[in-house]
């Protein structure tokens, strides 16, 4: 009790870790980081994504870094997933989708005409909400990728490199012929991860990779992803504001306004460092979000 | 204690017999149980029927001997087994490919809402409601003399296929449907394409309700007369067929033609050949049966 009152404490956490909902504490672990991005991976100029005639994202002008992990938090509706489908063309997919703006990635338009989008989503590596592992087995999952890449590897020697690098090997190591199904929800994660990181991408998004795993599970992912931000680039999805805090670099924060026409539509709000924008976010609107006000 | 509102003795006693079944719901449940019992009745004295009248003539001499007009006593029908298998090989062949293909383009690569799309598709739906004489009709018309390939088992082969081309592109398309689409995601974010997803994912995921809509229509082909009479397939064919370009018999069309004839040898002939032909339609749709409850979903 008393150390909980105690005035005299050392205060290591800000007022919002403190006081907030929820414990943020996590964003002032570490350097401090710049607010411009060095080293960009993705460089978006008014990207604004459309179903049909309906604009689900409008006027999003951002830039990713490399090796960092770029968390999107934002109400349910906002278009994160929206946006995030659009960095490797997965929203061509779905019938009606479209992309307006510049999308580019190391300087080249991901969405020119002369672009084969297959080649965009071998370089930029996709984990879904739910672990969608194909009806084969382990190893089957993982050497998938690269033989229909056409990759002249040790097929062996990659599958075990990935599927240590999702820190998955020590417990499937025996039963690599098993069905995938087999595994349990947070295995079969980071199964689809390992799977992920064989086709030897530079980017991996993310969307809300954790919602179906229990915090245990999400807390190996989370680990995961730290490591693999050495090598990586990672753009997460995520509606854990404390996961968000933990493991990301930059935030970017969206939410929907609604137009004359009642029409939703997600814009970014607010973009830069985590620890910034948890600590010290420019927009009310962030805040109230952050701190549980909104949402 | 625990306080409570009402004194115990004070309950008053609870009833929870209802008001009982009315009668019209009784009533219901009988007619529903009546039309059920009908059905499975009339399956099982027509089985018996044939059974008890084909008794005599159920021994290999039915599939090891041939027809013969003056001996019936002696005839079997080995003619019509492998000219049914013949016929069913080649209706297979041509349907299996075509109708497997056909229905991927649509359930994976067409554009769902285009005009084209739904013209197609509703026009797949009517064209398995035409009646199997049209095809024979068609057959006749195309293959037998436009193609000039005559009254042969590739002839019959291509009319059976076109006319359970439908049903193999519904349940094929039905089969691919269920087919999760986040595996079909899954494999296109890792860079795979279209072709390498359908074919390294999407089929072989699909494959148990392809292999029984699969089964399904092949057996009604194998059950199909009025089609090959109008092919003009031969009544009494006393040898196997040696090839695709050979004259051929079915097992449908010997039963037409031993019904026909007045003798009573050739009736129980019949009612043995009716038992063969069931057994193996029967045993047909019972390893579709299995296939689907052994490949329960996996997801
Ligand atoms: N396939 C689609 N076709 C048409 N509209 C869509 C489609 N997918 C999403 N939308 C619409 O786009 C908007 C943004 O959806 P999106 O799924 O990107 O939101 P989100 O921020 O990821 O939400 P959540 O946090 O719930 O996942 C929503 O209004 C949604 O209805
Ligand atoms: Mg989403």
């Not at chain 1, 020697?157 to 190591?173: F, I, P, S």
């Not at chain 2, 625990?2 to 004194?7: E, H, K, P, Q, W």
């Not at chain 2, 292999?211 to 003009?232: F, N, Q």
Request: with cysteine.
């Amino acid at each position: 009790m008393s150390e909980i009152h105690d005035p005299a404490a050392p205060q290591s956490t800000s007022d919002l870790a403190n006081t907030g909902r929820m414990d943020v504490s996590a964003v002032l672990e570490g350097a401090e980081i710049p607010e411009t991005v060095s080293n960009i991976v993705f460089d978006l100029a008014n990207v604004r994504v459309f179903y049909g005639d309906f604009e689900a994202v409008r006027d999003v002008t951002m830039q990713i870094g490399r090796n960092e992990i770029t968390a999107f938090i934002g109400p349910s509706g906002c278009g994160k997933s929206t946006l995030l489908r659009s960095f490797n063309r997965m929203n061509d997919l779905i019938p009606g989708a479209r992309v307006e703006g510049l999308l580019a990635y190391h300087g080249f338009d991901i969405y020119a005409p002369e672009v084969d989008p297959i080649e965009v989503r071998r370089r930029i590596g996709m984990v879904f909400q739910k672990p969608n592992v194909f009806p084969k087995s382990i190893y089957e999952n993982v050497a998938y990728g690269p033989k229909v890449n056409g990759m002249k590897v040790n097929m062996d020697d990659l599958v075990e490199e990935c599927l240590t690098r999702a820190a998955l090997w020590d417990e499937v190591k025996d039963d690599l012929k098993k069905s995938a199904y087999a595994l349990s929800g947070g295995q079969q994660q980071r199964l689809v991860i390992a799977r992920c990181i064989a086709v030897k991408p530079e980017v991996i998004l993310m969307d809300e990779p954790c919602a179906s795993l229990d915090p245990i599970a999400t807390a190996k992912i989370e680990d995961l992803m730290k490591e693999l931000a050495k090598d990586y680039t990672i753009v997460i999805v995520t509606h854990n504001m404390q996961q968000a805090a933990r493991v990301s670099e930059r935030t970017a924060f969206f939410t929907a306004d609604v137009d004359a026409n009642g029409v939703r539509h997600g814009r970014l709000v607010e973009y830069g460092p985590t620890r910034r924008i948890f600590t010290a976010p420019n927009d009310p609107r962030t805040e109230d979000y952050i701190s549980g006000r909104f949402g | 204690m625990t306080a409570t509102l009402v004194s115990p003795d004070a309950t008053a006693p609870i009833d929870l017999g209802g008001k009982g079944q009315p009668l019209a719901d009784k009533t219901f449940r009988w007619i529903l149980f009546l039309c059920l019992a009908v059905g499975i009745v009339f399956l099982f004295v027509l089985l018996a029927y044939v059974t008890i009248k084909g008794w005599p003539r159920l021994t290999p001499t039915l599939w090891e001997n041939m027809p013969s007009i003056r001996r019936p006593e002696q005839a079997g029908a080995q003619s019509a087994i492998t000219g049914t298998l013949w016929v069913i090989t080649f209706t297979a062949l041509f349907a299996l490919p075509v109708g497997f293909l056909g229905a991927v383009y649509m359930e994976e690569y067409a554009n769902p809402t285009s005009r084209f799309t739904r013209f197609v598709e509703i026009n797949i739906q009517n064209l398995a409601a035409v009646p199997s004489i049209v095809y024979g009709i068609l057959g006749l018309a195309i293959f037998a003399r436009a193609l000039a390939l005559g009254q042969t088992v590739i002839t019959a082969g291509l009319t059976l296929a076109l006319l359970v081309l439908p049903v193999i592109i519904v349940s094929t398309r039905e089969a691919l449907r269920a087919v999760p689409q986040n595996i079909r995601h899954g494999s296109l974010a890792l860079g795979a394409t279209l072709w390498q997803t359908t074919w390294r994912q999407t089929m072989p995921a699909a494959i148990p309700g392809m292999a029984t809509g699969t089964i399904l229509a092949l057996s009604r082909a194998i059950g199909e007369a009025a089609p090959l009479l109008l092919l003009g397939a031969v009544s009494f064919i006393s040898f196997n067929p040696t090839g695709p370009f050979s004259a051929y018999t079915t097992l449908p069309i010997q039963i037409f033609n031993w019904t026909k004839e007045s003798r009573e040898e050739f009736q129980i002939l019949a009612s043995a050949t009716i038992v063969l032909l069931l057994v193996i339609l029967l045993a047909m749709n019972a390893v579709a049966i299995l296939i689907r409850n052994r490949t329960q979903k996996r997801w």
